[in-house]
């Protein structure tokens, strides 16, 4: 009994030792920013540029493997955009749709790959920039602009008959609808990224030798399927709100 205590203990202690929440807080004017999320975007933001920059550089006829590797990413993409989007107007979305994927993918992965625990800040710890609700919320309320926008572009006022299609009667659920979207998109890209990120900070805890390196490459896997969870949703929104009230 007494050696069972001593192990409840340790286990209690040990996720005691797994904080959430606390951040470096920059002060700008009156606004509080949070440090680690900017730090590790920016790391994110410039290695896709420079991954970017090297393998458009030097373009030839006959690929290398590298640029063979950027042309399939590039490929990738466009059949996102392309199967959700259409074939006319996909291009239009394309940087955008390539943008939002590629950069939630490198947050995604900075947090299952870099050990950030092992760079001591005053307060808080660097992680992914997609387990703060803040940055998830920016995408999600990014991709409500876009389509709102893809919408109005394309439809005129005329886009808000959607809203009373194909009866007035649905219209408080077609608003409510809109709502929502930007709501899954962040809650469900933020809460898969965190818990992830707490089971292989427990798991390194309790054991820290074997059994994290498994739940990590899980986790590789995970954070790519949110990743194009986020762009093929993002995509499909814009391509709903193309076809418009003229093509029902």
Do not use: C
Not at 167 to 179: A, K, Y
Not at 215 to 222: N, S
């Amino acid at each position: 009994m007494f050696q069972d205590n001593n192990f409840s203990l340790l286990y209690f202690s040990s996720l005691s030792s797994v904080e959430v929440g606390k951040h470096l807080y920059w002060t700008l004017g009156n606004y509080d920013i949070h440090g680690q999320v900017f730090i590790v975007s920016w790391i994110v933001i410039a290695v896709l540029l420079s991954l970017a920059v090297l393998g458009t550089r030097k373009l030839e006829r006959i690929p290398g493997k590298f640029q063979n590797f950027m042309e399939f990413i590039l490929e990738f993409l466009q059949d996102i955009a392309k199967n959700q989007i259409g074939e006319h107007e996909y291009r239009t979305w394309l940087p955008y749709i390539s943008t939002i994927f590629l950069f939630i993918l490198g947050s995604n992965w900075s947090g299952a790959l870099i050990p950030w625990k092992l760079i001591n800040l005053p307060e808080g710890e660097l992680a992914a920039p997609t387990n703060d609700i803040n940055t998830t919320v920016a995408l999600s309320l990014l991709t409500s602009i876009a389509y709102f926008y893809a919408g109005l572009n394309k439809n005129g006022v005329s886009y808000f008959l959607r809203y009373v299609e194909p009866t007035p009667v649905l219209l408080p659920i077609n608003v409510l609808e809109d709502f929502t979207k930007p709501l899954s998109l962040s809650f469900r890209l933020f809460g898969n990224i965190l818990a992830d990120e707490l089971v292989v900070s427990v798991f390194t805890l309790l054991v820290p030798i074997l059994i994290p390196l498994p739940v990590m490459i899980l986790g590789l896997f995970a954070s790519s399927i949110q990743a194009l969870i986020f762009s093929t949703l993002s995509a499909a929104y814009i391509g709903e709100a193309l076809e418009g009230h003229g093509d029902h």
